[in-house]
């Protein structure tokens, strides 16, 4: 019981002047990236380094030749990387042993502009009771959400309610929230009653990001999305060496 404050942010822009040195950053980006990173984590790679730009992302392959390229523009994958944004595409068999470099249109700027936090840590619903019982032990939560394209997504608020939803359970004592984090806590308060994975994919699949997914054909991606508690993997952003990595393989 630990947790005494949860600030949620909607969107990186929403962040303000926030002083994020004293505690720990979640970035949340459902569809897709954060669940494509957890899969990842999970599935073995050795690490995953996020990226801004598609630029970026190629020099850090001149420097790391064995790594792989993943990620999307526009949700498809980029020309010339060996991997999209599909969680799907991420299997072990793929992925074990392997640095991967990462770059995605809304995910990887939400982990840039978290970086001045002690910790940063990725959430999606495939590790949500995990991370959340990493967050308990932690006082001041920062919870960001990536939207799509400057736009707030109803993904994003639903996974970010949740996290607060779960860490106010059961505790006699009440937790500080900003007035989004208050939001996002009703918004999946409403969505629980009778929460199935087919219901909360359905909810996805309504969300603009989710609407974006769809028109690219990418519907079982979706799904994938909506699994709750498929790990219990808590992928950890490192600030000083930029890189992605399960919590208990922290190596630099």
């Known amino acids: 019981m630990k947790t005494k404050r949860i600030d949620v942010y909607l969107l990186p ?26 899969h990842a984590v999970a599935n073995g790679a050795d690490y995953v380094m996020p990226q801004l730009t598609i630029e970026e992302a190629r020099e850090q392959k001149t420097q790391q030749p064995t790594a792989l390229l993943g990620g999307e523009r526009g949700g498809q994958k980029i020309e010339g990387f060996d991997l999209g944004n599909s969680p799907a595409e991420y299997p072990a068999q793929r992925v074990k042993g392997r640095p ?9 700027k939400a982990m840039q502009a978290c970086k001045t936090a002690r910790d940063i840590f990725i959430a999606a619903f495939v590790n949500l009771t995990a991370l959340c019982n990493e967050l308990a032990e932690h006082e001041h939560i920062h919870v960001v959400c990536a939207g799509t394209e400057g736009e707030i997504t109803r993904e994003d608020v639903l996974l970010a309610g949740a996290i607060v939803d779960h860490l106010s359970l059961g505790r006699l004592d009440s937790i500080e929230l900003n007035d989004q984090a208050q939001i996002a806590a009703d ?20 969300s603009r990001g989710g609407r974006n997914v769809l028109r690219i054909g990418l519907e079982a991606d979706i799904e994938i999305a909506a699994t709750l508690d498929k790990f219990d993997v808590v992928p950890h952003l490192d600030t000083a060496s930029w890189k992605i990595r399960d919590p208990r393989n922290r190596t630099p």
Request: glycine share 8%.
């Open 13 to 38: 822009a929403l962040m303000g002047e926030a002083d994020l040195t004293q505690g720990v950053a979640v970035v949340i980006d459902v569809l897709r990236a954060t669940t494509t990173i957890v």
């Open 100 to 108: 991967i470099i990462f770059t995605t249109t809304n995910g990887t």
């Open 187 to 206: 918004a999946w308060r409403e969505a629980k009653t009778g929460l199935t994975m087919s219901t909360l994919a359905e909810r996805l699949k309504r």
